[in-house]
């Protein structure tokens, strides 16, 4: 059973945090180390999209060079030229889906393969 619940407001960046959503995910999804990179990836990019609301997030592409695999979109809002508020809020948003895929692979003995 699925412990997720949608928010609209971005939570603080912590370690437990992404220990326990990387441990959500392995279990929601019954991601094996045997699973393809591009399969735990859209996992993870699904469940970020379920959990945060206001943003579209998808899986983009394993690029070979190392750059960050998942689309990121805000839905309810179009940023200003310095809306200093907003892109904060999108970097934190990156940094909540890189360090949860990082402990992702990580517990799956795979953290060589983490793309950035």
Known sequence: ????KSVKE???????????????????Y?????DTLENV????????DELFVNYKISFSDIHPDGIFPFALNRLD???SYADEKFFDELFEVENHLRWTYTMVLTKLYREKECPF
Not at 13 to 20: M, T
Not at 30 to 34: R, V
Not at 41 to 48: D, G, P, Q, V
Request: cysteine-free.
């Open 1 to 4: 059973m699925s412990k997720l």
């Open 10 to 28: 971005i939570p603080k960046l912590e370690k437990k945090r992404f220990e326990e959503w990387a441990e959500e995910i392995i279990e929601k």
């Open 30 to 34: 019954a991601i094996k180390e045997t």
């Open 41 to 48: 990836t859209e996992y993870i990019a699904k469940f970020f």
């Open 77 to 79: 809002k179009k940023p």
